[in-house]
């Protein structure tokens, strides 16, 4: 696997840099930068994984991450299948507000601001009742360059900072923890592997190999990195698919998304489902207006 630690493109843009994607899939690695960044996804969905959170992500959603926080947006595997198509566009933003902009967010003047960014350290979501609103002010600012850009960023921080009240936080409720770039590696190939066999039966031993370690190592390093156990992380990353498929209507019944997701008994799918999403699977799908679900 390459090596976590990405450079954010330049290009003389200033202190505040752009970059649009429209290609086949999202960045598929692990990665972190100095740099914070707010990114709305246009087209594309999949799994976010900030830190040790993960979440489905969707098109209309706008992230701020937070500077050196481990990401990555996991495109689903679709998205491989036809490499000649644009199946993702996001906009990035991206501001160092811990070096090339410390001078201006240490103004008096910036005191809002300043305050809402030591908020981002471990990542937020915008509450989808912003999204429309500055999906539009992302995409202008995207499209301006020099001072125009830098005010323009700042007024979007200020409303951020200002008219946002109830941001959902990308955070399990512990401190972030800080990875080597070995150990960003290494937590690179087991999320990956995850994410591409999560509907196979893992066992603790091949998730260990894949690791190159043992298993009773795996377990506390695994553990340890992300306060959380291997099985715990694993029904994450299933119910957030099963999520998908039932927001989509991509499913003919609650005992199919059961299996589809890796799990050989409904039952057993049911009763992690609700310990995820706090309801059943069936109320889950009620919520998103499908009605008549067969269990």
């Known amino acids: 696997m390459k090596v976590i630690q990405f450079t954010v493109p330049v290009a003389e843009e200033g202190a505040v840099v752009i970059q649009e994607d429209i290609l086949p899939y999202f960045y598929n690695y692990l990665h972190r930068h100095k740099e914070a960044q707010v990114t709305l996804i246009i087209k594309g969905e999949g799994t976010l994984i900030a830190g040790n959170y993960t979440q489905p992500f969707r098109a209309g959603e706008i992230y701020v991450i937070g500077a050196n926080q481990p990401h990555m947006f996991k495109g689903d595997a679709r998205y491989f299948e036809n490499l000649q198509e644009k199946n993702i566009h996001a906009i990035h933003i991206f501001f160092d507000h811990e070096h090339a902009l410390q001078g201006l967010f240490s103004l008096k003047e910036m005191d809002s601001v300043r ?35 830098l005010l323009a960023f700042v007024g979007m921080l200020v409303y951020f900072s200002k008219q946002v009240k109830d941001w959902k936080s990308l955070s399990t409720g512990f401190s972030r923890h800080s990875y080597s770039e070995s150990e960003g590696l290494r937590m690179n190939d087991i999320y990956q592997y995850t994410l591409e066999h999560y509907a196979e039966n893992i066992s603790l031993s091949q998730i260990a190999g894949v690791a190159h370690l043992t298993t009773y190592a795996f377990c506390k390093y695994f553990k340890k990195h992300t306060r959380k156990t291997y099985l715990e992380f694993l029904n994450e990353i299933r119910i957030n698919v099963a999520c998908k498929k039932i927001i989509n209507g991509d499913f003919d019944s609650i005992a199919a998304v059961a299996y589809a997701t890796g799990y050989n008994n409904p039952i057993t799918f049911n009763r992690v489902f609700r310990k995820v999403t706090g309801m059943s699977p069936s109320a889950y799908a009620r919520q998103y207006r499908f009605e008549e679900v067969a269990e």
């Open 115 to 149: 305050k809402f960014l030591q908020l981002t350290a471990n990542s937020l979501q915008l509450p989808a009742i912003h999204e429309e609103k500055m999906k539009a002010e992302i995409l202008k600012i995207s499209r301006l360059s020099g001072a125009e850009r």
